[in-house]
């Protein structure tokens, strides 16, 4: 493909047939295809575009099947009995569709205000339509009940951003960039499964030399391929980061200069990580010290090196602070603004990237501007030609949305376009029982997915080839999608579907459906914002093969590289935050003993609304599988194949048993892309980020049953074996979590690193329960003589059936004195351990017996009358 290839091309011998210069409809790749339709079928080759470069996926090649599926929807959809979704969906003409869902939108608003109409939006509208939407909702309906299923996805990372660099673009850099790093750093993270295409950069890289470090609780095909695999626990990613940095400050690896010159806050993030030694991280995350050291020293010692994280590392109720942990160590390294080097985020959806920077999120407007702000208002009300008083303010953010449809203050009218949050959502049952109590429910989309099946009115929309408009890549590259070839008879696209509701809400002289139109005034609207189009047109996009934002005039080159000189900040300089590990939401117990983490896998796509009705795509993974370690599967009664049933306090799904060695002994791995009795996000954990929202998709605690050996349909569960759905509870204000304490002092650790990567090390499974006593607290000395208790935290009670020993204690002492940690049983001290004034010890403890169920154990410190500081402590114990 040049860069002055012509949008569509006549060819062939049908007078409408065509060839057009388009992108694939799956991934943030948006790899460029070239289609050959407007006769079907439609057919496509892979382009010569510059994230691709004529590589395509599975996924891609296989697109076009969907265009003529039998199941594709052509006609709008109602209730045969009006207000009765227990009866059919029939065909009807679009004005009586359109009528019944004006109708309920005047009838709800006029009945419960305006925020009880709300609208749900998807990662793979395109620019144009999602900048509609967010319009629509503000303008035509005047809810402030708008957000979108990119909150499920890119939130954390965007928050995390956003505060430690004024600007959330997923990859400041090219992806070129990642050929040219010398060491590149992947955090939860698997490209060559997600997407393949991309994954040429990778091989390009490993092929002149680059050493590549994956961290993955499983041993995906990105690890595989990589120098060292680090294996940790799920939700301890962070501790992960932390202990780097801790390493890096400790071995004089930060670039000292440069965290002068271009930053703020690394004082409070040096003692931050003081409590983060990497025997400690180890025992927290399973990332053997030796690995730890020799990812710290080749990121230090790289000419390049990019960190880059993903869902893996992000989809956490610490998801924010997750990324930000990556960031100041990123930042400590001096790598953001570096040609070849830097932090970044893989974005997921087709339109990840550009579908949240212009208006679908709930505190959102176009160009990154903030709802809130009365100049940003006030702008984006000038653009579209209303008083900025009858703009609302910010609303809740996605599963806050959801979980209270139908309830008093709720939404009660409900707009979705292109999501099915039936199955993406977390707690996917307790969010279908919400979509139940609705009063009424649109759905626009191209098939009957799970979502639509529970909707009164369902609109057929048109697909990826069937219409025009831009996309954002991972990159921030914006890209055209053009119109291949003319949707069937009856389907409209959701520009023309906002146009004309709009029309009928009374506010129709303010949109438009033509793409060219909006996007022009999109770029006016995000004009001197964060995310500035107003220099991208159309014509632009054709001759340069996509144009990089922020791209503020006509004449302006764009930005392919972000941060080279000042940070997107008041004051030009990077923000390190303090952050600190905080345990899962839920941990494994005796109810439900495991880890349940999911993802994604090669052959299917986000809700598999799509890629479940491809045929090819279905031949290469027809059924969901479940991953388990060998010794799990043994340990459970589980062969290959078998059937088995996963269990957390949401839910129970079924899945066919995939036995491998690439998973650690207490994770299970399940792909998120089925619905019905296989939805693993029936299963997933709603607990949200206190910053962006975001749920902890990627760890819950959940037990593993054996149901039946191989089928080649998998049942669903027992309709009364599933746990009722808990009920709405109104989600208070949230608050960032508070960090904890910290000395002042760093306690070093010795050691020099080995020179190679050696071959990635098995996390051993864990035959009995580690517990520790630890944190950093505050002291007042009474005399040496006057030990006493130091906080009830450091108190422990052996459980009744149990037995426990004590394995070591680990202590710092920031005072100038010398001070006493005492290791008290049943009130009786056992062991004194002296720490020296600004020191630390390290104690393996084999001198106490075994302790019975019932035993208390307690530590307690003494120190000079009046003497004050803050102690370390760490005590060890393994329970059996």
């Known amino acids: 493909m040049t860069a002055t290839a012509l949008p569509g091309v006549l060819a062939g011998v049908g007078p409408r047939t065509r060839t057009t210069q388009t992108h694939c409809p799956y991934c943030s790749l948006q790899c460029g295809v070239t289609m050959t339709g407007g006769d079907r079928p439609a057919t496509l080759q892979p382009a010569d575009f510059p994230t691709n470069r004529g590589g395509l996926c599975s996924k891609g090649w296989s697109a076009p099947e969907l265009l003529d599926h039998p199941e594709r929807l052509t006609r709008p959809l109602v209730r045969a009995v009006p207000g009765d979704r227990s009866s059919a969906l029939v065909e009807t003409t679009w004005d009586a569709a359109l009528d019944r869902v004006v109708e309920a939108i005047g009838r709800t608003q006029a009945e419960h205000g305006r925020d009880a109409v709300g609208c749900f939006g998807g990662g793979g509208l395109t620019n144009e339509q999602a900048y509609q939407f967010g319009k629509f909702a503000r303008v035509a309906l005047r809810t402030s009940r708008i957000d979108y299923n990119g909150r499920f996805c890119m939130s954390s990372a965007a928050g995390a951003a956003n505060r430690a660099f004024g600007l959330d673009r997923g990859m400041p850099f090219p992806l070129a960039d990642v050929a040219a790093a010398d060491v590149v750093v992947l955090v939860g993270s698997n490209p060559a499964d997600t997407m393949p295409p991309a994954m040429q950069w990778f091989d390009e890289g490993r092929a002149r030399g680059a050493q590549h470090v994956v961290v993955d609780p499983r041993r995906t095909a990105t690890a595989r391929n990589a120098a060292l695999h680090l294996q940790p626990l799920p939700g301890t990613d962070l501790a992960l980061a932390n202990g780097l940095l801790h390493v890096a400050i400790a071995e004089g690896l930060v670039d000292e200069q440069y965290v002068a010159a271009r930053t703020t806050g690394f004082e409070q993030v040096r003692e931050g990580v003081t409590a983060y030694w990497p025997d400690r991280v180890e025992r927290l995350t399973g990332v053997p010290v030796a690995d730890q050291r020799r990812t710290v020293f080749a990121l230090a010692r790289a000419g390049r090196a990019i960190v880059l994280t993903a869902r893996g590392a992000e989809q956490h109720r610490s998801g924010t602070d997750t990324a930000q942990a990556w960031i100041n160590l990123a930042l400590a390294l001096g790598l953001p603004g570096r040609e070849g080097s830097g932090w970044a985020t893989v974005t997921g959806q087709g339109n990840g990237q550009g579908g949240r920077e212009h208006g679908q999120k709930a505190d959102q407007l176009p160009g990154y501007r903030r709802l809130a702000d009365p100049a940003a208002r006030a702008h984006v009300a000038a653009v579209w030609g209303v008083d900025p008083d009858d703009l609302p303010q910010p609303g809740p953010s996605a599963f806050e949305l959801l979980d209270a449809l139908g309830t008093d203050g709720g939404v009660r009218t409900l707009l979705v376009l292109a999501s099915n949050v039936a199955v993406s959502a977390p707690d996917a049952r307790r969010v279908m029982s919400r979509l139940a109590d609705l009063d009424f429910l649109v759905v626009s989309d191209f098939f009957l997915s799970e979502t639509a099946e529970l909707a009164d009115v369902v609109l057929p929309s048109a697909m990826w080839a069937e219409e025009d408009g831009t996309m954002t890549n991972l ?296 517990r520790f006593l630890q944190g950093v607290y505050p002291i007042t000395g009474e005399g040496l003589d006057e030990p006493g208790p130091v906080d009830p935290a450091l108190r422990y009670t052996v459980p009744a059936g149990a037995a426990a020993q004590a394995l070591y204690f680990r202590g710092g002492n920031s005072t100038e004195h010398l001070v006493y940690v005492l290791l008290v049983r049943d009130g009786v001290p056992v062991r004194w351990f002296p720490i020296g004034a600004k020191n630390e010890v390290h104690v393996p403890l084999r001198v106490v017996e075994d302790m019975p169920g019932g035993t208390v154990v307690e530590l307690q410190a003494a120190a000079p009358i009046g003497v004050t500081g803050e102690l370390v402590v760490d005590l060890g114990l393994v329970e059996v």
């Open 475 to 770: 990159e921030g590259r914006v890209v055209r999608r053009r119109r291949a070839l003319d949707p069937p008879d009856g389907v409209r696209d959701d520009l023309q579907l906002l146009a004309e509701l709009a029309g009928r809400l009374g506010a129709g002289h303010l949109f438009s459906a033509d793409p060219e139109t909006v996007f022009a005034e999109l770029g006016r609207a995000s004009a001197g914002g964060a995310a500035d189009y107003s220099g991208i047109s159309y014509r632009r996009i054709d001759e340069e093969q996509g144009v990089f934002w922020p791209c503020p005039a006509p004449d302006h080159p764009g930005t392919p590289r972000l941060f080279t000189e000042r940070f997107a900040t008041p004051d030009g300089r990077a923000r390190f935050v303090r952050v600190e590990h905080v345990e899962a939401n839920e941990r494994p117990d005796r109810d439900y003993p495991y880890v349940l983490t999911t993802g994604r896998v090669l052959a299917q796509y986000q809700s598999g609304t799509q890629t479940r009705r491809t045929r090819s795509l279905q031949l290469v993974a027809p059924l969901p599988r479940a991953e388990l370690h060998p010794d799990l599967a043994r340990r459970l009664g589980i062969g290959p194949d078998d059937v088995v049933e996963l269990a957390t306090r949401r839910g129970r799904a079924r899945f066919s048993a995939l036995l491998t060695d690439d998973i650690r002994p207490d994770v299970v791995f399940a792909p998120f892309h089925w619905g019905g009795g296989s939805s693993a996000n029936a299963l997933t954990d709603p607990a949200l980020d206190p910053t962006s929202g975001m749920p902890a998709f990627k760890v819950c605690a959940v037990a593993v049953t054996r149901v039946a050996g191989p089928v080649e349909r998998l049942p669903a569960p027992e309709a009364a074996t599933q746990p009722g759905t808990s009920p709405h509870t109104p989600t208070p204000a949230r608050t960032p979590l508070p960090p904890s304490r910290t000395p002042n002092r760093l306690y070093r650790d010795k050691g020099s690193p080995e020179p190679a990567f050696p071959a990635p090390r098995r996390t051993p499974r864990v035959k009995s329960t580690p």
